[in-house]
């Protein structure tokens, strides 16, 4: 039984990261055209913060999510506009990793507490709309599934230790919200 649950926790979360990355790699758009302005307002945003400047929105409640993206870029050396396009694809692909993780420890905290509805649960956070618009977008909404994955591990944890870590609770909820 341990055998095949492992092997269904590693059956989702690599089947979300592979149709995630054939998303992007067939997401023939280029980086001008956008249904939304989240991509351009966040990028610009992270662009900023990476140079020490404020955020565009400095009052929004994603400006943790802007900072970390600066940093990101920092790391991989993206730091002329010039570099839009490579740079972009570059911070899909760490919102799809986090995606992917944050699927596998949602799976790994449902089982250990013995939760049957895990499965219920990650494909209604697919299906949220959300979810699969800006699976090939960059902004906060891209990692939207990670974050509720996480929040809902977070949640059992702390159900079943009598939420006796509340303050941890807290924080990874004010992250995720």
């Known amino acids: 039984m341990k055998l095949i649950t492992q092997y269904k926790?590693?059956?989702?979360?690599?089947?979300?990261?592979?149709?995630?990355?054939?998303?992007?790699?067939?997401?023939?758009?280029?980086?001008?055209?956008?249904?939304t302005d989240i991509e351009a307002a966040y990028y610009m945003s992270a662009y900023l913060t990476?140079?020490?400047?404020?955020?565009?929105?400095?009052?929004?409640?994603?400006?943790?999510f802007q900072y970390i993206t600066?940093?990101?870029?920092?790391?991989g050396n993206f730091v002329k506009l010039d570099q839009i396009s490579n740079s972009l694809t570059y911070l899909k692909l760490f919102a799809i990793i986090f995606n992917f993780f944050s699927i596998i420890i949602f799976f790994k905290t449902f089982k250990?507490?013995?939760?049957k509805n895990s499965f219920k649960i990650l494909i209604i956070c697919?299906?949220?709309?959300?979810?699969?618009?800006?699976?090939?977008?960059?902004?906060?909404?891209?990692?939207i599934l990670g974050l509720a994955l996480l929040l809902s591990s977070a949640y059992i944890k702390n159900f079943y230790n009598n939420f006796n870590s509340l303050f941890s609770l807290s924080i990874i909820s004010g992250i995720c919200l």
């Open 50 to 64: 990476m140079n020490n400047e404020l955020p565009v929105f400095y009052f929004h409640p994603a400006t943790l």
């Open 9 to 35: 926790i590693a059956t989702y979360s690599v089947s979300y990261l592979f149709i995630s990355i054939l998303l992007l790699i067939f997401d023939t758009r280029p980086l001008y055209i956008y249904l």
């Open 70 to 75: 600066g940093s990101l870029l920092k790391i």
């Open 126 to 143: 697919i299906l949220y709309p959300a979810t699969l618009f800006y699976t090939t977008y960059f902004g906060v909404n891209s990692i």
């Open 112 to 115: 250990k507490y013995n939760q």
